[in-house]
T-cell receptor
Framework: DGGITQSPKYLFRKEGQNVTLSCEQN?????MYWYRQDPGQGLRLIYY???????QKGDIAEGYSVSREKKESFPLTVTSAQKNPTAFYLC?????????????FGSGTRLTVV | DQQVKQNSPSLSVQEGRISILNCDYT??????FLWYKKYPAEGPTFLIS?????DKNEDGRFTVFLNKSAKHLSLHIVPSQPGDSAVYFC?????????????FGTGTRLTIIP
């Protein structure tokens, strides 16, 4: 079954630590995206990648970094520079946003700073 | 600057009645719109989409209406069922070629009352 897998489902980070969230897809999608969900703020775009070895900043990229070395994988690192990292993080992939289903989302990772 | 707005954070509807969720946008470059449904601790799933060349699109119990002059779209669910209780996001895509970044609204939490 094709799909997009995010791991871990829950992640706890101490202040000052970097953490990496995994996102893997076997849908053969070229484009991948990272969004962050906060209460009352909807989904905000952190980074996106339309092809391997290329990625672009989204609206709230500060304190985050990504890599796209393989088509299947788009890991997100939350660095210690991210001032408010506690949130629900969603990864998505797409062949075309104009063709159903637009984006296919993973099940998310909840990151909590302790 | 919130380009896609869902002004009702929550909505409660009796089971069997019609649910109407609203979405407004400010960017006249948007020409394709999608609705996603999200359960807690899960990723959003695609519901229905509409292109700006149409003013209505139907899929089973779900209908999306687009009023381009008012920059407004709405999602109608009829009849509403308990499993429809979720957060609904509208999303918009601009027509410039190669731009596949979806802009999401803040979401409306729909509760269906049995």
């Amino acid at each position: 079954d094709g799909g997009i897998t995010q791991s871990p489902k829950y992640l706890f980070r101490k202040e000052g630590q970097n953490v990496t969230l995994s996102c893997e897809q076997n849908l053969n999608h070229d484009a991948m995206y990272w969004y962050r969900q906060d209460p009352g703020q909807g989904l905000r775009l952190i980074y996106y990648s339309q092809i391997v070895n290329d990625f672009q900043k989204g609206d709230i990229a500060e304190g985050y970094s990504v890599s796209r070395e393989k088509k299947e994988s788009f890991p997100l690192t939350v660095t210690s520079a991210q001032k408010n990292p506690t949130a629900f993080y969603l990864c998505a992939s797409s062949i075309s946003a104009r063709a159903s289903p637009g984006y296919t989302f993973g099940s998310g990772t909840r990151l909590t700073v302790v | 600057d919130q380009q896609v707005k869902q002004n009702s954070p929550s909505l409660s509807v009796q089971e069997g009645r019609i649910s109407i969720l609203n979405c407004d946008y400010t960017n006249s470059m948007f020409d394709y719109f999608l609705w996603y449904k999200k359960y807690p601790a899960e990723g959003p799933t695609f519901l229905i989409s509409i292109s700006s060349i149409k003013d209505k699109n139907e899929d089973g119990r779900f209908t999306v209406f687009l009023n381009k002059s008012a920059k407004h779209l709405s999602l109608h669910i009829v009849p509403s069922q308990p499993g429809d209780s979720a957060v609904y996001f509208c999303a918009a895509l601009p027509f410039n070629f190669g731009n596949e970044k979806l802009t999401f609204g803040t979401g409306t939490r729909l509760t269906i009352i049995p």
